[in-house]
């Protein structure tokens, strides 16, 4: 069994910042892929961003710029750091994360979510 835990989500105002966590635990091998995505009301999820083992990053367009995503491979954890926070990036960030577990099955594992919300 694999678990996450988020963190970090909250309310801040136009222009701030919010760092994000998300650490995976349990039966775990190894942990290819990390990454968030984000849902908005009445949107789908979409890409935030993602980082592999080997710190190779793949971005969503509106954030570009404005994020940064790392990792920390001994502690199996991912951040995701928010700048320029702006009222659309108000949305439920979700953890997602894949990788291989103690019998050699892959996984996909999401998190449970957490709330961003940027507004005066």
């Known amino acids: 069994q694999v678990q996450l835990v988020e963190s970090g989500g909250g309310l801040v105002q136009p222009g701030g910042s919010l760092r994000l966590s998300c650490a995976a635990s349990?039966?775990?091998?190894?942990?290819?892929?990390m990454g968030w995505y984000r849902q908005a009301p009445g949107k789908q999820r979409e890409l935030v961003a993602t980082i592999t083992s080997g710190h190779n990053t793949n971005w969503g367009d509106s954030v570009k710029g404005r994020f940064t995503i790392s990792r920390d491979n001994a502690k199996n954890t991912v951040y995701l750091q928010m700048n320029s926070l702006k009222p659309e990036d108000t949305a439920v960030y979700y953890c997602?994360?894949?990788?291989?577990?103690?019998?050699?099955?892959?996984?996909?594992?999401w998190g449970q979510g957490t709330q961003v919300t940027v507004s005066s």
């Open positions: 349990g039966t775990i091998f190894t942990i290819n892929r």
């Open positions: 997602n994360v894949l990788g291989y577990d103690s019998s050699r099955v892959v996984f996909e594992k």
